[in-house]
């Protein structure tokens, strides 16, 4: 029999899938890859390793024979250390049995609640610089993503008036990001009362991805799940990745209303199963002792922080001042370069890679993300350099 003709097999892959494009950043790092001695401030990853007593208990797992299936729902003593954990940090109470469930880390919890929630042509707020996935999540689960654009002049702060101008009656979600990737900004106490005003008021879900919650440096989180008549319609999520340094563990968890947890239970349990079982044993260990852990890190990201935007304003380049994350963002518009060229004559003259703002929204055109997830000598060289790249541009223009 003849074999049957493919043709072109872009044809076949689905039109919503075919118009996303690749992320800008793996692109960028790619091509860092392959050069040497070149000072990365890219990778949302911390240099940390993670705490030698969480590795230890990895191993443990693992020499225990822990090395099968879990519940769905992701170990119930897990669940029961989660649900403490965040009462006693956040102020929310979840059951464990119900109310929490274990995911391959925050991406995946994502993944199922827009799947879980969005009929087709259901519009998603959420506010633009912001972390990549979020526009092409949406998009894969059917929905329309509507981006709020925060700006530098206003230290990237999101407020009720912004989304009261992009609300309309399709809109059914609203994506938050406090400590923001990539600008670092958080939201003050005054402004999740009123986001949350107007969620309640407009019947929104709230999905609060809080992956950088414990690396706030100037004023406790407070997280909106917290808020009056929110617990009801938000779904927070967390994960290990970050103030942990456990990025590789693709350690997560969602906590919210039973029945959206049981709707997400169901996408889970039909496309991932469980998250590793060694891996939520080791999530555990976390728990036991996260203050220690952290605060060392978070000591350290905040002196690195103090660094680093100093230097930016010394070297010319405006910085609004990150209050949580390891991300600045400082702005780079003036010399006649786009974000994108910008990052690659610097990468090309100077070997610093940095991502263009661009990665992160339209609107982070004229901006470059800085991870400080790097040490205090790495950053004072990467400074060194970009202040005699940026000496030459303007003497240049
Ligand atoms: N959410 C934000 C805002 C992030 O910056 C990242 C990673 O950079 C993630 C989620 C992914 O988290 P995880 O490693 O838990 O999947």
């Given amino acids: 029999?003849?074999?049957?003709?493919?043709?072109?097999?872009?044809?076949?892959?689905?039109?919503?899938?075919r118009a996303i494009p690749r992320s800008g950043i793996r692109d960028f790092f790619d091509i860092v890859s392959t050069m040497h001695d070149v000072i990365s401030l890219g990778i949302g990853e911390p240099d940390f390793d993670t705490p030698e007593h969480i590795r230890e208990a990895t191993c443990q797992a693992l020499r225990d024979g822990v090395t099968h299936y879990t519940s769905n729902m992701g170990l119930l003593e897990l669940r029961q250390a989660l649900s403490s954990y965040v009462q006693k940090t956040y102020g929310v109470t979840y059951g464990p049995e119900r109310e929490i469930l274990i995911t391959v880390g925050v991406s995946e919890a994502l993944d199922l609640a827009l799947r879980a929630l969005i009929n087709p042509g259901d519009e998603v707020l959420y506010h633009e610089p912001c972390y990549v996935s979020y526009a092409a999540d949406?998009?894969?689960?059917?929905?329309?993503?509507?981006?709020?654009?925060?700006?530098?002049?206003?230290?990237?702060?999101?407020?009720?008036?912004?989304?009261?101008?992009?609300?309309?009656?399709r809109t059914k979600l609203l994506l938050l990001n406090f400590p923001n990737n990539p600008t670092g900004a958080t939201l003050a106490r005054e402004d999740v009362a009123e986001i949350a005003a107007f969620a309640r008021?407009?019947?929104?879900?709230?999905?609060?991805?809080?992956i950088y919650a414990e690396l706030s440096y100037d004023a406790p989180h407070?997280?909106?799940?917290?808020?009056?008549?929110?617990?009801?319609?938000?779904?927070?999520?967390h994960g290990f990745s970050k103030?942990?340094?456990?990025?590789?563990?693709?350690?997560?968890?969602?906590?919210?209303?039973?029945?959206?947890?049981?709707?997400?239970?169901?996408?889970?349990?039909?496309?991932?199963?469980?998250?590793?079982?060694?891996?939520q044993h080791a999530a555990i260990e976390a728990l036991r002792q996260p203050e220690e852990d952290i605060g060392i890190m978070r000591r350290e990201y905040e002196r690195r922080r103090n660094f680093?935007?100093?230097?930016?304003?010394?070297?010319?380049?405006?910085?609004?001042?990150?209050r949580g994350a390891f991300y600045a963002f400082p702005r780079i518009a003036g010399f006649g370069l786009s974000s994108t060229d910008f990052a690659f004559k610097l990468l090309e003259e100077e070997k610093v890679a940095a991502v263009p703002g661009t990665a992160f929204g339209a609107c982070g055109e004229g901006f470059l993300r800085c991870a400080y997830a790097t040490s205090l000598d790495n950053l004072r060289e990467a400074m060194a350099r970009l202040g005699r790249f940026v000496g030459r541009l303007k003497r240049e223009s």
Avoid: N
């Fill in 1 to 17: 029999m003849k074999p049957t003709q493919l043709g072109s097999f872009s044809d076949r892959i689905a039109r919503h899938v």
């Fill in 138 to 169: 949406v998009i894969f689960a059917h929905g329309v993503p509507i981006a709020v654009e925060t700006r530098a002049e206003d230290g990237f702060r999101l407020t009720r008036k912004m989304l009261e101008e992009r609300v309309t009656p």
């Fill in 201 to 210: 008021e407009h019947d929104l879900i709230v999905i609060t991805d809080e």
């Fill in 222 to 237: 407070s997280s909106i799940a917290a808020e009056p008549g929110m617990r009801e319609r938000t779904l927070f999520l």
């Fill in 243 to 279: 103030a942990w340094a456990m990025t590789g563990y693709r350690m997560g968890y969602a906590c919210g209303p039973e029945e959206l947890i049981e709707a997400m239970m169901k996408v889970h349990q039909y496309t991932m199963l469980c998250a590793s079982s060694f891996v």
């Fill in 308 to 322: 680093i935007v100093d230097a930016f304003r010394e070297i010319g380049l405006p910085c609004a001042r990150p």
